[in-house]
């Protein structure tokens, strides 16, 4: 997927919900986490920021993009609220460097997610939508991919994005599997997916 690079400022909806619903780390792979019961699911996966390289003979304006840090928005959506806008909607950010894969491990109540979009930390940080979603299942432990991110390497208003949903199972699992081993076994493959017009429709 494509899109343009824009100016992102949170929401006002979003500042006051922050009084009501902090917003929480999306990795969870620092805590010591038990394989979920009904109640919780985990999700593993990664993201990955990738700043193009600028043709040497290139002349190039923006400023320098490999040196940010990019923020992820992850909030869970309900029918009647596909976006995530309610106050006491659940919300996470998960924190990425240009150039190094991003993993992580999530616990979450049972439902579904969306990815919103990724923004260059600050209050008006460049950035971009992803409008992905994936589904957390009670009791299971699910491997949802990975989201790579291609910008500019000079980054600015109106510069375009790419993006795409990839499977890295097995480099993921791999890392995965020297804090929990007994999970590789029981990992259930549920990638992301990339919301269509029609899915906001609740």
């Known amino acids: ?6 100016v992102s400022v949170p929401a006002a909806g979003l500042l006051l919900a922050s009084l009501v ?18 109640e919780w699911g985990i999700v593993i996966g990664s993201v990955f920021v990738q700043p193009e390289a600028v043709a040497p003979s290139g002349r190039s304006t923006g400023h ?31 924190e990425a460097q240009p150039g190094v894969e991003r993993m992580f491990i999530s616990r979450l109540r049972p439902g579904h997610y969306l990815i919103k979009n990724f923004r260059e930390d600050g209050m008006a940080g460049l950035g ?20 790579h991110v291609t910008i500019p ?17 097995e480099a993921t699992l791999t890392q995965v599997a ?5 999970w590789k076994s029981t990992v259930v493959d549920a990638p992301m997916r990339i919301r269509e017009p029609a899915d906001r429709k609740e």
């Open 1 to 6: 997927m494509r899109g343009r690079i824009a």
């Open 21 to 38: 619903a902090c917003v929480a780390s999306f990795d969870m792979s620092t805590e010591r986490l038990a394989a979920p019961g009904v």
């Open 153 to 169: 390497q000079r980054t600015s208003k109106g510069k375009g994005y790419r993006f795409a949903i990839e499977n890295e199972r």
């Open 64 to 94: 320098d993009a490999t040196g940010a840090t990019y923020v992820f928005d992850i909030v869970q959506i309900q029918p009647g609220d596909p976006d995530g806008e309610e106050p006491y909607a659940a919300r996470y950010r998960l």
């Open 178 to 182: 020297r804090q929990y081993p007994a």
């Open 128 to 147: 971009g939508e992803l409008n992905t979603v994936f589904t957390v299942a009670g009791g299971e432990i699910r491997y949802v991919g990975r989201v």
